[in-house]
């Protein structure tokens, strides 16, 4: 299998990295209609399309070690979020 799971929802990119997943399962608390933790402990996809899109982006975005990255129709990553410049 890839280390990679990529989907293509919401006119949204989302990847798993699966070498990154530790199995927090934040993504899963967040929207279960969306990710599940396979065998390994390790996020997979089950119907991201059913999930609205801010939510999606939210449960995404949960994820504490990073392993989902999400991308905009003009390939503009909006998760995870970049740190701000301020401060």
Do not use: N, Y
């Amino acid at each position: 299998m890839s280390s990679f799971e990529e989907r293509v929802v919401h006119g949204l990119r989302v990847r798993i990295d699966r070498a990154l997943c530790v199995g927090f399962g934040d993504c899963v608390k967040a929207a279960p209609e969306g990710f599940k933790l396979d065998e390994d402990s390790v996020a997979v996809f089950v119907q991201p399309e059913a999930v609205e899109r801010d939510r999606l982006l939210h449960a995404c975005d949960a994820c504490p070690v990073d392993a989902i990255t999400v991308w905009d129709e003009a390939g503009k990553q909006l998760v995870p979020t970049a740190p701000s410049d301020s401060g």
